[in-house]
């Protein structure tokens, strides 16, 4: 079965990972973009089951337009979010794909806010929009 270590920059605070993700997103959203700054975020989605975090973590509860809730966890340390969990996705945590530290961690297959996406990101066409 497959095992992969998310963790913040400093180390404190990890997220053990284990088995298939459900979905590999990138996010075009304005609060993903402000979240990460960047253009927008790419994430990895599991079902809660397999994630086993550990670490300090601090919350930070953001509205969605929907009126759902977001979750997101981040290190008290140094600030980086490693994971989140969203109203939208019940039973389910993501965790940003950079908190891997992995160059070959599988590509994204849905990709959410295209319509505001910058002129200049230009993704593989394969990857399927949806409607958040």
Known sequence: MTERLAHCSCGELRAHCTGEPVRISVCHCFACKARTGSA???NVTFLADQVRTE???QTFVRIAVSGRQNRFRFCPSCGATVFY???ARPGM????VGAF???DF???TVEVYAERRA???NLDPRIAADDR
């Open 101 to 103: 530290t992995d160059p």
């Open 85 to 87: 969990d969203i109203d």
């Open 119 to 121: 002129p200049w990101c």
């Open 40 to 42: 927008f975020s790419v």
């Open 106 to 108: 599988p590509d994204p």
């Open 55 to 57: 670490g300090p973590f």
């Open 93 to 96: 945590i993501s965790v940003p």
